[in-house]
């Protein structure tokens, strides 16, 4: 158990080293730098702007010092606006984080329900509605639903208010977000929910005499829950890009909308703060998710 | 006297007991007994049953019709529709100005002028006109064109340098396996779309000036640094499946066989062990398709998708944001058009993985 951790964490750590040294060399091959505005700036000034922030030296020394700092806290300053990277990047995240987390709960309470619904309702009207609903719901990009959303319910309904930040309004954005997370997670349940259903141990708890709630809730539905922990990883991933348009539709000043206004601007350590950021988020989500997943089943092995 | 010829079984012998027979047990049968034994069906392959097994499946033969009909009219309307997806509307070869943001089936006004004076009949805007006068019918089949071709070569990419690597892994097996594994392992755990972001825009500029003369310029620099994003990153867990599958093949007794014939390795490998992972590539690879449709027209919305004048579904849809609450239809079409495409793409690969994966059945 020790070892598999250990390889698992340490698999992480190289995997983000890889990220931010694949970032910082795609970044710098971006022709063009970030005090290359459409107001040229004078010779003289750029230089000692490139001067100050390192960008002057060969890019694999840029890199290195740019890691040393990071290791020491140190996010540097945004080469656009001047803020403090640390400051902006958190304020950005509580926003985009509040969303994701409420799009990820609504996913998996939503879908572990309709999911275990469809599997016992198994071929009639239920389970045909549901099965419906997810496969559309696979089938629709979250850009599509998110614009279509607005359309219809901001801009024609008028039912729900445009977003602002003294007055937000997660609902919609919390659809365009979840939905698809919430078809998957039906999908696996249901299968997951019909495979436990048909085991020797519900078999035998129904035949004891056990009632039939708690056979759902106990035998079948904690056995069926095991393959939907596997999702969680890709689902954090998922949701996580899938902000980035989803922000950009509602006007939501969260961190995936800046990612793609900090690439336009070449804001060089914006870019690969976010991206850091991001890809952090991401391993750990990924390495936590493998590791309940061995703890909640016993029977995987390590190796 | 014959019926004593048969010996009697031994005790404990494994031998058949003869005494229970006499000869007529033994005599050749007969032409009538013979033609009984004759199988009346006809002998099934397994691409046959599979494609019975497709035939009763109503979704996965929707999806087929489907998706001809999409096929078939994005390749028969370019040539019956007289405009062209980045050509301004002209009227008697002079610009049209009035022609822009027409609804479905409009006329501008120099259209209808044009009209009534000569009495011939121009060709309606099924879908009106976009913003800058342009047909957008004929936009749409272009976006369409474009969007599926992406997903298509895509996917094939994807299954090449998948199968490739995952064969060469799974057949060599030790210490090859391990680390070419560990390498899909790191790439697995990248932020694939955080990635492919940054490639595009590095590749849309710098292949600029490589392409720029030669005939690649027709896709544009979008199109390409698109499939050469899809071509480093996707193919991973293509390259992972054929490598289990070949793993559990290789150790069946054909191979051995083949193997102690003095077969060389590539030949084992395309005769005996790739037709046998046949199914489950195919399938993958179909669910590739739309994936990789997702992921263009995502791009495309965040405006790194083909470079206009080309368009895509996704670019569609995005150009369409700016005048949505006016012109909601530019945004439904190219939105509905995905969605159906995807549906579509996403019930044929399940039926096809119903129908071909004996492990499932």
Redesign the interface.
């Given at each position: 158990m020790a070892k598999y951790i250990f390889k698992r964490v340490l698999l992480a750590i190289v995997s983000i080293i890889i990220v931010s040294a694949i970032t910082f060399f795609v970044m710098n091959a971006i022709p063009g730098g970030p005090f290359n505005k459409e107001k040229a700036t004078s010779a003289q000034a750029q230089k000692v702007l490139e001067e100050r922030y390192n960008l002057d030296k060969p890019v694999p020394e840029q890199y290195v010092l740019y890691m040393n700092n990071l290791l020491h806290g140190d996010w540097g300053v945004s080469l656009h606006s001047g803020r403090d990277i640390w400051g902006e990047i958190s304020s950005r995240f509580s926003v985009s984080a509040r969303l994701g987390g409420m799009a990820a709960a609504v996913a998996i309470v939503l879908g572990l329900i309709l999911g275990a619904l469809a599997a016992l309702t198994r071929n009639r009207l239920p389970d045909r509605a549901i099965v419906f609903f997810t496969t559309l719901g696979t089938a629709m990009p979250s850009f599509v639903l998110a614009t279509l959303l607005l359309l219809v319910f901001c801009l024609k309904l008028k039912l729900v208010p445009v977003w602002s930040s003294s007055n937000p309004n997660y609902v919609l954005p919390i659809i365009a977000l979840s939905v698809y997370p919430m078809a998957y997670i039906t999908r696996l349940t249901k299968t997951s929910m019909l495979d436990a259903l048909n085991q020797d141990y519900v078999r035998t708890a129904k035949a004891k005499g056990v009632p039939n709630w708690k056979v759902i809730f106990k035998h079948a539905l904690r056995n069926a829950l095991i393959p939907v922990i596997t999702y969680v990883g890709p689902m954090v991933a998922y949701i996580l890009t899938g902000s980035m348009v989803v922000e950009n539709i509602f006007t939501i000043g969260g961190l995936g909308s800046s990612f793609v206004t900090s690439i336009t601007n070449r804001d060089y350590t914006m870019i690969m703060a976010t991206t850091i950021f991001l890809a952090i988020l991401m391993v750990i989500a990924n390495l936590l998710t493998d590791i309940a997943y061995k703890f909640v089943d016993p029977r995987i092995t390590f190796d | 006297m014959q019926e004593e010829n048969l010996k009697k079984r031994q005790f404990l012998s494994a031998q058949v007991d003869l005494s229970k027979f006499n000869r007529s047990h033994f005599e050749a049968a007969t032409e009538d007994e013979k033609r009984q034994q004759d199988v009346m069906g006809e002998s099934t392959t397994f691409l046959k049953d599979g494609m019975r097994r497709l035939r009763k499946n109503p979704l996965a033969m929707a999806s087929i019709i489907v998706l001809l009909l999409i096929v078939l009219t994005i390749i028969v309307a370019p040539s019956f529709v007289p405009y062209s997806y980045s050509e301004i509307i002209s009227v008697n070869g002079k610009r049209d100005k009035s022609a822009a943001n027409l609804g479905p089936f409009e006329y501008s006004k120099a259209e209808q002028r044009y009209m009534k004076s000569t009495g011939e009949k121009l060709f309606p805007h099924i879908l009106g006109t976009d913003s800058l006068s342009r047909d957008y019918f004929i936009r749409v089949i272009y976006g369409t064109r474009v969007s599926l071709s992406v997903g298509v070569v895509a996917a094939i990419m994807v299954l090449i340098i998948g199968l490739v690597y995952g064969s060469v892994a799974g057949y060599f097996g030790g210490r090859v396996d391990l680390i070419m594994m560990r390498i899909v392992?790191?790439i697995y755990?990248?932020?694939?779309?955080?990635?492919i972001?940054?490639?595009s825009?590095?590749f849309n500029?710098?292949l600029k000036p490589l392409i720029d003369k030669t005939i690649l310029r027709v896709l544009g620099t979008n199109m390409i640094s698109m499939f050469l994003v899809f071509g480093l990153l996707y193919w991973v867990s293509m390259a992972r499946l054929i490598r289990g599958q070949i793993l559990s093949i290789k150790n069946n007794e054909y191979v051995l066989a083949a193997k102690c014939i003095g077969t060389k390795n590539g030949r084992i490998l395309r005769r005996h062990i790739l037709p046998n992972c046949l199914s489950v590539i195919i399938i993958t690879t179909a669910l590739q398709v739309?994936s990789a449709i997702?992921t263009e027209?995502?791009l495309s919305?965040?405006g790194l998708g083909v470079s206009a004048p080309l368009t895509s579904l996704?670019s569609l849809?995005n150009d369409a944001?700016a005048g949505?609450?006016s012109y909601?239809l530019r945004?439904?079409v190219p939105?509905v058009i995905?969605?159906l495409i995807?549906?579509a793409l996403?019930?044929l690969g399940d039926g096809l993985r119903d129908a071909f994966d004996s492990k499932l059945n």
């Open positions: - | 392992d790191i755990s990248l932020p694939d779309m955080l990635i972001i940054l490639l825009v590095v500029e710098r739309p997702f027209s995502y919305f965040l996704g849809a944001r949505m609450q909601p945004l439904v939105a995905i969605c995807v549906l996403n019930l």
